[in-house]
């Protein structure tokens, strides 16, 4: 199953990311994670792991990857990444670190001032989600960047179910909402994870966020 959490800063997305991680792996399951936030470099340490290179450099690094986009979709052309699916006993080394049957991938993070957007680590992460291929008890769990422009950009596409983490505060209400409708427009199950929120908070919150089916 592949299962991607998203949220909005701060809500606790990375920290849940490599809980559920740790629980899956120390249940006896294979589990990669993608760590699709090009802002955060903190998530390798919440799972006792080693930064790995960004996958980013594998496909010749950042400047390379927006030529092959640039010279695919004026042309109307699909970008195609990959030429055969990978599994996660796969994964090149060097970009990926391993802890007996957990696993770390980062698609790419912010390295240089003026460096330009995170566009290529969207498209990476579409790719690089519907190109695993899994095995029996093998878990895909990908930490999003904060706000919903994974969506406009289509990387929960190749995942199972969205997880949205939601925190007792307006901005993870009014969220909630339109990460609903994205949800249902990408044709993904989704449901909610309420951190932080106890007592009357938790009433709140659950009742202030979308029912989902």
């Known amino acids: ?8 800063g701060g809500s606790g997305k990375s920290t849940l990311t490599a809980l559920i991680a740790r629980s899956l792996s120390e249940r006896g399951c294979n589990v990669l994670v993608i760590d699709n936030d090009e802002s ?3 998530l390798h340490m919440q799972m006792g792991l080693e930064l790995p290179d960004d996958l980013l450099n594998f496909l010749g690094g950042k400047k390379n990857l ?4 640039m010279e695919a979709f004026p042309k109307g052309e699909k970008l195609s990444l990959f030429d055969h699916k990978w599994k996660i006993s796969t994964i090149p080394e ?15 993070k912010i390295h240089e001032f003026g460096e330009g957007c995170a566009c290529p680590m ?8 519907q ?3 899994l095995g029996e008890n093998e878990f895909v769990l990908v930490d999003t960047e904060a706000g919903i422009e994974h969506f406009g950009r289509g990387v929960e596409e190749g995942c199972d179910v969205i997880f949205m983490v939601a925190d007792p505060s307006y901005e993870s209400i ?39 089916g």
Do not use: H
Not at 1 to 8: E, R
Not at 175 to 202: F, M, P, T, V
């Open 94 to 108: 060097g970009y990926v670190t391993r802890k007996g049957n957990l696993s770390l991938v980062a698609v790419g």
């Open 131 to 133: 190109n695993i291929e």
């Open 1 to 8: 199953m592949k299962t991607l959490l998203c949220g909005k």
């Open 66 to 69: 927006v030529g092959k986009m």
């Open 122 to 129: 969207g498209a990476l992460a579409k790719q690089l989600i």
């Open 174 to 212: 009014r969220l909630s909402e339109k990460i609903s409708k994205l949800a249902d427009n990408a044709g993904k199950q989704l449901y909610y994870i309420l951190n932080r929120a106890e007592g009357a908070s938790r009433e709140i919150l659950s009742c202030g966020i979308p029912k989902t």
């Open 40 to 42: 955060n470099f903190g």
